[in-house]
């Protein structure tokens, strides 16, 4: 019966056949990609879709991007453990889209760019520019590691599949369709894999409504199981999700995932305009409002079916990210074909979130290594180096699946390497950015300071998470279960899952673990911009500050034609002014009509015009 424990059915054939005509499906937009463009040949081609992309397959590629496999499995255990406060993350949402589109996006399309790390070099030195690319390398593979494990989990769930054997696979099918199609086959995968995600949410979400005899049922019952309070304005920084949290940590988390990842910055400069750029990420905006919605919707019709019996406290799971997969199959499997498409919508979170980290990651590595060791390598030879990138990256992510296993809940586990990592790298852009003084010596003690300070209080949180009513833990019942049951339904596993947060122990722990290492994980990403933004700040005061001859005015947020000349002394930029006249205006507003883009300009090339 329905919300009652116990064993549930597994997959049928026609769960099968459509879990497997989604894969293939995927598989074969890469094939199509790859033939079509057998002739584009160019590294700009396979890495950035020559710049002709358009808003909407970008926009529902930006989104597909991050609302992987970890958003379809953890957001709804979120909303089914913890409530709606997650669903605030909406405010977020909308910050970064303005943010990114009117500060970060006409920057980086007017520098022309296609490694995000390329900027570090322009404005700080090389040595930055190594160290921000490799900090990103780390990151995406230990989040992709994240992603591929999540869905993974799902399927030896449901499936009963070998774990490892749906890992590889995972991974050769995204190494096929990246290494064969490039940029192209990602995003127009992504557009299909999004729609499959909603497809499963909307399928949940209706099922259950049938059973709890309809959606205001469903509200009803989160309401009375205190799901519903979503708005705790408490401004206790060591709270896991309060509405400061969420909207402010939670917003500058996303912007350094929007503005400075290159994953998602290498989808919006792939467009033909700044214009069509900015669209994308309004649209993303819209889709992601509508994919944490249904994912939280499908969180509380869990809720509103368990509440009596919860599948984790009566050992019908192993783990929380386990929840939905279990319900999945519990309300699904009398309609052969939908669990199949619950998998599939998981499985497609994860193939477009591990394609568009393994094209980034190829791009950094082209452009901020291969590029700079030999500059002398042909297009043909680039285009074989990004092909072999692509199997080198797929499989290393799919090794790194197995740190994930030991990371407890995969949503706070990615969001808080993102913040551990990201914070102080988008503290280095935003101080390059602003703050015309900021120097190399700075940036690089910054960003050094800022990375110490997060995977410090990061680190630590992992090792001795939060306790108590820190972490909002809602309560459950199994006072409706069947007296029978409490059987593990966990197929067997090479990997253990971590415990609960409930049930995470509380011996041994230092002093710092009740105070800084129980900062909510959605202010790292915001200690880590700030510390490195106010070290960077006092170190460049102190190394002298921007007496560099020269300031090229393209590399911040707000110049003007003449801001050239800002770092400069008064008698030299009157001599240059004399001398360029308004040659300098004019060349300059003839570039950026002939192009958007238009190549960096320093003052002596500047005079040349």
């Known amino acids: 019966m329905v919300g009652t424990g116990g064993p549930v059915a597994t997959f049928s054939v026609w769960d099968y056949v459509v879990f497997a005509g989604t894969v293939v499906g995927a598989a074969g937009v890469g094939l199509y990609q790859a033939v079509k463009g057998r002739k584009e040949t160019s590294s700009a081609e396979f890495l950035l879709g020559g710049r002709q992309m358009t808003a909407v397959p970008v926009a529902m590629s930006l989104t597909a991007s991050f609302m992987s496999g970890i958003t379809v499995i953890g957001t709804p255990a979120e909303a089914y453990r913890f409530g709606t406060a997650f669903w605030l993350f909406v405010f977020a949402y909308a910050i970064m889209s303005a943010v990114t589109a009117e500060v970060f996006v006409p920057l980086f399309y007017r520098l022309g760019i296609t490694s995000t790390y390329e ?139 929007y503005s400075i990842n290159q994953s998602q910055v290498q989808r919006y400069v792939s467009c033909r305009t700044i214009k069509h750029a900015k669209m994308s990420l309004y649209l993303n905006m819209v889709g992601l409002w509508i994919t944490v919605s249904l994912a939280m919707f499908s969180g509380l019709t869990m809720y509103s079916i368990y509440k009596n019996c919860d599948p984790l406290a009566n050992n019908d799971v192993g783990a929380a990210d386990q929840l939905l997969p279990y319900l999945v199959m519990d309300i699904l499997s009398g309609y052969p074909g939908v669990p199949g498409l619950f998998v599939a919508a998981a499985y497609s979170g994860t193939l477009s979130t591990v394609s568009s980290s393994i094209n980034a990651l190829v791009a950094v590595t082209v452009e901020d290594f291969v590029r700079a060791l030999w500059k002398n390598l042909s297009e043909k030879q680039i285009h074989w180096i990004n092909m072999g990138l692509s199997v080198f990256f797929g499989f290393l992510c799919i090794g790194m699946a197995g740190v994930a296993s030991v990371m407890g809940s995969v949503l706070q ?197």
């Open 413 to 609: 586990a990615a969001l808080s390497i993102f913040g551990m990592i990201s914070g102080p790298l988008l503290g280095l852009y935003l101080l390059g950015m602003f703050f015309r003084t900021a120097n190399s010596t700075g940036g690089l003690v910054g960003l050094l300071g800022g990375l110490i300070l997060t995977l410090w209080v990061g680190i630590g949180s992992q090792i001795y998470p939060a306790t108590g009513d820190k972490i909002n833990l809602l309560p459950v019942s199994t006072t409706g279960c069947n007296a029978t049951m409490g059987q593990n339904f966990t197929t067997a596993s090479p990997w253990t899952s971590a415990p609960p947060l409930s049930a995470q122990p509380a011996v041994d722990r230092p002093a710092l673990a009740d105070s800084w290492y129980s900062l909510s994980y959605l202010y790292f990403c915001l200690l880590g911009t700030l510390a490195t933004m106010v070290i960077g700040l006092l170190v460049s005061a102190a190394t002298g500050g921007c007496k560099q001859e020269r300031c090229n005015s393209d590399l911040f947020v707000k110049k003007s034609n003449f801001d050239y000349f800002s770092c400069c002394s008064n008698s030299e930029a009157s001599a240059l002014l004399q001398k360029t006249g308004s040659e300098l205006k004019i060349g300059a507003d003839v570039s950026k009509s002939a192009d958007h883009r238009f190549d960096i300009m320093d003052v002596e090339k500047a005079t040349k015009l």
């Open 119 to 257: 900027y570090l070099e322009m404005r700080f030195n090389s040595t930055i520019r190594i160290i921000g690319t490799s900090m990103y390398i780390i990151q995406t593979v230990l989040y992709t590691g994240l992603v591929i494990y999540a869905p993974a989990l799902a399927l030896n769930q449901i499936t009963g599949l070998d774990l490892w054997g749906v890992l590889v696979a995972t991974g050769v099918v995204c190494i096929m369709y990246c290494t064969l199609g490039g940029l192209k086959a990602v995003i127009w995968t992504d557009v299909m894999q999004m729609v499959v995600m909603l497809a499963g949410f909307v399928a949940v979400i209706a099922r259950g409504a049938v059973l709890q005899g309809g959606l205001g049922k469903i509200w009803e019952d989160a309401g009375d199981g205190g799901r519903l309070h979503a708005f705790d304005f408490d401004p206790d920084p060591l709270k896991r999700h309060t509405f400061w949290t969420i909207v402010v940590g939670g917003s500058m988390m996303w912007v350094s995932i």
